[in-house]
């Protein structure tokens, strides 16, 4: 039987762990002991959290656009997945969709799905282009769907992976590096002051 340390579970089902232990007071979901006295939490708990039956594997197809304001986008979207899903005569029976970027792997919905990939409650997830799961890393989420009995389906229309965003994540790249080698910078200018404090000779 698989089991999950509270900080694990607590990430499967976007949960903290205070959550967790407030629950576990309130009877909501008690945790399980070891000999140890430390609490744990079994699959089939993490299959009731999440709403799956055991008897049943679902089809589940994901959208996503980066902002609000592409609400239009996740429309037109929608509907290629669903038209795509209807002519390939894939069965769907849960339709996610999700506004959040696609470097954030925290995103809510993104975060339920791999928990019921890893509870094997999903047997295909249709999406429109690969970046709309994320925008990289992608061999690795192929590989844990695979793992996982989890058919990947990718329509792999570009028209529905709006350039935008791509120019957004590549900024959000260059700017997170740039305050890295910055801040990089100003520590070794640090460093170099604290030998010079320590080592006046040195100069």
């Given at each position: 039987m698989q089991t999950y340390r509270p900080n694990e579970f607590a990430k499967l089902i976007a949960k903290t762990t205070n959550t967790l232990q407030r629950w576990d007071r309130e009877g909501i979901l008690k945790a399980h002991r070891s000999p140890t006295n430390r609490r744990f939490y079994t699959h089939d708990q993490l299959s009731e959290?999440?709403?799956?039956?055991?008897?049943?594997?679902?089809a589940l197809s994901y959208c996503r656009v980066s902002s609000h304001g592409q609400k239009d986008d996740l429309r037109t979207q929608q509907r290629a997945v669903a038209d795509f899903c209807i002519h390939a005569g894939i069965a769907i029976d849960e339709a996610v969709?999700?506004?959040?970027?696609?470097?954030?792997?925290?995103?809510?919905?993104?975060?339920?799905?791999?928990?019921?990939?890893?509870?094997?409650?999903?047997?295909?997830?249709?999406?429109a282009h690969k970046d709309r799961l994320a925008r990289f890393g992608m061999d690795w989420f192929e590989h844990f769907l695979e793992q996982h009995d989890c058919k990947l389906v990718v329509i792999n229309n570009e028209a529905l992976s709006p350039e935008s965003e791509m120019v957004q994540d590549l900024m959000a790249i260059v700017h997170c590096f740039s305050c890295r080698l910055y801040g990089l910078r100003d520590y070794k200018k640090l460093i170099k002051e604290a030998v010079i404090h320590e080592n006046p000779d040195s100069v």
């Amino acid at each position: 039987m698989q089991t999950y340390r509270p900080n694990e579970f607590a990430k499967l089902i976007a949960k903290t762990t205070n959550t967790l232990q407030r629950w576990d007071r309130e009877g909501i979901l008690k945790a399980h002991r070891s000999p140890t006295n430390r609490r744990f939490y079994t699959h089939d708990q993490l299959s009731e959290i999440l709403g799956v039956k055991a008897s049943k594997r679902i089809a589940l197809s994901y959208c996503r656009v980066s902002s609000h304001g592409q609400k239009d986008d996740l429309r037109t979207q929608q509907r290629a997945v669903a038209d795509f899903c209807i002519h390939a005569g894939i069965a769907i029976d849960e339709a996610v969709t999700e506004i959040g970027g696609g470097l954030n792997l925290k995103r809510k919905q993104f975060v339920r799905i791999m928990a019921l990939v890893e509870s094997r409650a999903i047997h295909t997830l249709v999406i429109a282009h690969k970046d709309r799961l994320a925008r990289f890393g992608m061999d690795w989420f192929e590989h844990f769907l695979e793992q996982h009995d989890c058919k990947l389906v990718v329509i792999n229309n570009e028209a529905l992976s709006p350039e935008s965003e791509m120019v957004q994540d590549l900024m959000a790249i260059v700017h997170c590096f740039s305050c890295r080698l910055y801040g990089l910078r100003d520590y070794k200018k640090l460093i170099k002051e604290a030998v010079i404090h320590e080592n006046p000779d040195s100069v």
